[in-house]
C-alpha cells in the first residue's frame, strides 16, 4: 500500500503540474491569444515571404551572374573570331600584293578608318568618306603589278629568249610599274585625306576652346566690372587713428613744451 502511494507521487505532481498550467491559460483572456495568434501568423507570414525573396534573389544573381559569362564568352569569342579573320586576310593580301604592296593597303585603311572616325566627317564637313571603291582599287591595281611581275618573271627565266619574250617582259615590267604608281598615288591620296580631317579636327578644338575662353572673359568682364563700379560708388575709407601718429604727435608737443621752457630759463 506504501509502495503505491511512493509510485502515484510523481504522477500526482505532473498531473498538478498540468491543471495548474491549464488553469493559467485559462485565466489569459481570449482577446490576448487571439492578439498572439496574429502576431504569431505575421511573423511566420513574414519570414516566408523573406526566404521566398532571398530564394529569387539567390536565383536571379546566379542566372545574370551565368549571363554575364556566356555574354563575356561570346565577346570573347567574336573578337577572336575577328582577329583570325583579320589575320587570314592579310596574309591573303601578303600573298597576292607582296609584303609592300600589302603595307600601304594597310595604312590606306588605316587612314580611311581615321577620316571616317574624325569629328570633321561625323559633323558632315567632308561630305561621303566611303572609301571602299578607292580600297578596292588600289587592291586591283597592286595584284595585277604583282600578277605582271611574276608572269614576267618566269617568262624571262626560259631558257633562249627571243626578241617577242623581251618585248614582253619589257611591256609588262612598264605596265607593271603604271599600276603600281596610280595605285600608290590613290593611296597617298586617302593618307593626305587623313592629315586633312586631323587639321580640321584641330580647327573645330581650337574654336571650342576659344569659344569657352570668350565666354569666359565676358563673365570675368561682367564680375569685375560689378566689383569696380561696386567699389567707385562705395564712400571711400574713413582713416583711422594711427598709433605712430599719435606718438609723433606727443613727440613734437613735448619738444614744443622743452622750447618753451628753454626759453623761459634764457628770458
Avoid at 505532481?13 to 495568434?37: C, D, N, Q, Y
Avoid at 515571404?49 to 532571398?54: E, F, K, N, Q, Y
Wanted: glycine share 6%; charged share 30%.
Amino acid at each position: 500500500m506504501a509502495r503505491n502511494n511512493q509510485d502515484d507521487g510523481p504522477v500526482k505532481a505532473v498531473s498538478a503540474l498540468i491543471v495548474g498550467v491549464i488553469f493559467v491559460v485559462s485565466l489569459v483572456p481570449k482577446e490576448v491569444w487571439i492578439t498572439l495568434g496574429i502576431l504569431v501568423a505575421v511573423a511566420l507570414l513574414a519570414w516566408g515571404t523573406a526566404h521566398v525573396v532571398s530564394e529569387t534573389q539567390q536565383r536571379r544573381a546566379a542566372a545574370e551572374a551565368r549571363a554575364e559569362v556566356q555574354r563575356k564568352a561570346e565577346v570573347a569569342a567574336a573578337k577572336r573570331a575577328r582577329e583570325a579573320a583579320a589575320l587570314r586576310e592579310k596574309q591573303e593580301r601578303v600573298t597576292a600584293l607582296g609584303t609592300q604592296n600589302a603595307s600601304r593597303v594597310e595604312s590606306a585603311l588605316a587612314a580611311a578608318m581615321r577620316v571616317a572616325e574624325s569629328e570633321a566627317a561625323r559633323a558632315g564637313w567632308l561630305g561621303d568618306v566611303d572609301f571602299s571603291a578607292d580600297i578596292r582599287e588600289i587592291t586591283e591595281g597592286f595584284r595585277q603589278a604583282r600578277a605582271l611581275r611574276d608572269t614576267a618573271g618566269q617568262l624571262s627565266a626560259l631558257t633562249k629568249p627571243g626578241p617577242d619574250d623581251r618585248r614582253m617582259v619589257a611591256e609588262a615590267t612598264t605596265t607593271a610599274a603604271t599600276l603600281e604608281r596610280a595605285a600608290l598615288e590613290r593611296a597617298e591620296l586617302i593618307g593626305q585625306c587623313s592629315a586633312e580631317a586631323r587639321r580640321i579636327d584641330q580647327t573645330l578644338h581650337e574654336r571650342r576652346v576659344d569659344a569657352r575662353t570668350a565666354e569666359q572673359r565676358a563673365e570675368l568682364h561682367g564680375r569685375l566690372g560689378a566689383m569696380l563700379y561696386g567699389i567707385e560708388a562705395a564712400p571711400g575709407p574713413q582713416p583711422e587713428n594711427s598709433a605712430a601718429d599719435a606718438v609723433l604727435a606727443r613727440v613734437r608737443a613735448y619738444r614744443e613744451i622743452e622750447s618753451r621752457i628753454h626759453q623761459a630759463r634764457e628770458s
